[in-house]
Nanobody, 118 residues
Framework: QVQLVESGGGLVQPGGSLRLSCAAS????????MSWYRQAPGKERELVAF????????NYAPFVKGRFTISRDNDKNTVYLQMNSLKPEDTAVYYC???????????WGQGTQVTVSS
C-alpha cells in the first residue's frame, strides 16, 4: 500500500521556521523525484520545491527561493522541507508528491496545514 505521510505543520509567527517531513512507504522511494506543493484557500495548488531521485537536482519556486530548502534521505524514505523566514502568505496546506519519470507513476500525500500568523 502506497503511503506518503506529511508531518511538521502547525502555527508559527511571521519570521519563524518549520520543518516538514514526508515519510514514504509502499514503493521504491529512490526511484522517485519528490516535490512539495501547497494550496492556499481559494487558490490553485502550486509547486514549491523539487528534488530529483538522487538529490542532485533541486529547484524552487521564486517566492520561496532563499528561504526554503528541500532535502531527502533515501535510507529513511523521507523528504524534508525546511522553511525559514516564514510569511503570512506562506499559509497553506502543504502536500508531498512523488513521481517516477520512467513509468510515470505518481502519488500524493494527504497534506499538512501550515499557518503563519501573529
Amino acid at each position: 500500500q502506497v503511503q506518503l505521510v506529511e508531518s511538521g505543520g502547525g502555527l508559527v509567527q511571521p519570521g519563524g521556521s518549520l520543518r516538514l517531513s514526508c515519510a514514504a512507504s509502499g514503493f521504491t522511494f529512490g526511484d522517485y523525484a519528490m516535490s512539495w506543493y501547497r494550496q492556499a484557500p481559494g487558490k490553485e495548488r502550486e509547486l514549491v520545491a523539487f528534488i530529483s531521485s538522487t538529490g542532485g537536482v533541486r529547484n524552487y519556486a521564486p517566492f520561496v527561493k532563499g528561504r526554503f530548502t528541500i532535502s531527502r534521505d533515501n535510507d529513511k524514505n523521507t523528504v524534508y522541507l525546511q522553511m525559514n523566514s516564514l510569511k503570512p502568505e506562506d499559509t497553506a496546506v502543504y502536500y508531498c508528491y512523488a513521481r517516477n519519470y520512467y513509468n510515470n507513476e505518481n502519488h500524493w500525500g494527504q497534506g499538512t496545514q501550515v499557518t503563519v500568523s501573529s
